[in-house]
């Protein structure tokens, strides 16, 4: 049988429970305070690094902003140096051009002058040639008006060539042929055509001789006629007259105020 329990044994059992539990409070308010001094070590390491890293940041910023400023103050300098040179450059090379376009407004101005003192001298000659000319035409109209055409029949016939007519300026247009003749003297059967020049050379009698061949096409009415070809010239090259002796052609020169045929026993008149 157990034994009965006493009020005594009831207090022992209560003082063993509250000495427990204050036991438990004292190592729970120890741990609290451990955790608290944890905490708060803790606490403190974390501002202190985050306080060094917040320095360390300003450092960092402060490094960098020093050597951005000093980049920037070096590239403005660069830039600087760059631009001085560049417009010096761009002042040299201005006043360069300022110079060779002095130059060349100069030499353009020179020539100018040049081409003016060149163009009157041409002028000049122009003036002279055409003066030339016109006194030229002059002599060869009056050399055929009033020295070759009149004498023409007078001539031949005293050579047994009986022509009875002259006409000057006998032009013929027919097909591809263009041909002119300076005087045509004819009778029924005999034509004599004279080429007349102011001066004669070899090229021109020959460019005559080719007319002659193709003078019958030209002029078809004269197609069953002996025809017969003269030179008549103010001036004559030096053998031009042989030449036209050689190809068959009458040479008719000036004699002061007349012409005369030139007359050579050995010489024979081509037909064509």
Do not use: C
């Amino acid at each position: 049988m157990a034994e009965p329990v006493t009020i005594q044994d009831i207090y022992s059992l209560f003082q063993r429970s509250q000495a427990e539990a204050d036991r438990r409070a004292a190592e729970a308010d120890r741990r609290a305070a451990e955790s608290k001094a944890e905490a708060d070590r803790r606490f403190a390491e974390s501002k202190a690094e985050a306080d060094r890293r917040v320095a360390e940041a300003d450092r960092l910023f402060a490094e960098s902003k020093a050597e951005a400023d000093r980049r920037f103050a070096e590239s403005k300098a660069e830039a600087d140096r760059l631009f001085a040179e560049s417009k010096a450059e761009a002042d040299r090379r201005s006043d360069a051009l300022d110079r060779r376009l002095a130059e060349l407004a100069e030499a353009a101005d020179r020539r100018t002058a040049q081409a003016e003192v060149r163009l009157a001298r041409a002028e000049t000659i122009a003036a002279q040639a055409n003066q030339a000319v016109s006194s030229l035409s002059s002599r060869w109209g009056t050399f055929v008006e009033n020295l070759v055409a009149p004498a023409v029949i007078r001539l031949f016939q005293e050579q047994g060539i009986a022509v009875q007519e002259v006409h000057q300026r006998v032009r013929a247009q027919r097909g591809g042929l263009n041909l002119e003749v300076d005087i045509l003297a004819v009778d029924d059967t005999v034509a004599v055509a004279v080429e007349v020049k102011s001066r004669l050379t070899q090229k021109n009698t020959q460019k005559f001789i080719q007319n002659l061949a193709r003078f019958k096409e030209a002029f078809p009415a004269y197609r069953a006629y002996q025809i017969y070809g003269a030179v008549a010239a103010i001036e004559l090259d030096r053998g031009a007259d042989r030449y036209a002796y050689n190809q068959g052609l009458f040479v008719i020169r000036q004699a002061g105020d007349s012409v005369t045929l030139d007359y050579n026993p050995d010489f024979r008149p081509q037909v064509w």
